[in-house]
Nanobody, 114 residues
Framework: QVQPVESGGGLVQPGGSLRLSCTTS????????MAWYRQAPGKQRDWIAT???????NYADSVKGRFTISRDSARNTVYLQMNSLKPEDTAVYYC????????WGQGTQVTVSS
């Protein structure tokens, strides 16, 4: 199974925005609901958003109304648009399948700080 490849992280001030991308295999993308997760320093990895194959979405309360997950079938890519970022959003962000995630990628670091 091919590892997902996440990108788009960086340093941003509170209130700013970032757009993360995740490219994965056609096999992963075409047959699975996809999700974004994040892991803050010293904490467990948490689920934050899911997009189903039919594009319906679901979000953790901590990001609802600020983050938007989307997918591009032609590119086997999942996106996470993050707006109104807060310092508590600082974490390494990962994408994977929504059910039984495995073979994690390297993730992309997001740091929200003034």
């Amino acid at each position: 199974q091919v590892q997902p490849v996440e990108s788009g992280g960086g340093l941003v001030q509170p209130g700013g925005s970032l757009r993360l991308s995740c490219t994965t295999s056609r096999n992963n993308f075409g047959f699975n609901d996809m999700a974004w997760y994040r892991q803050a320093p010293g904490k467990q990895r948490d689920w934050i958003a899911t997009i189903a194959r039919r594009a319906n979405t679901n979000y953790a309360d901590s990001v609802k109304g600020r983050f938007t997950i989307s997918r591009d079938s032609a590119r086997n890519t999942v996106y996470l648009q993050m707006n109104s970022l807060k310092p508590e959003d600082t974490a390494v962000y990962y994408c994977n399948t929504a059910n039984f995630p495995s073979n994690w990628g390297q993730g992309t670091q997001v740091t929200v700080s003034s």
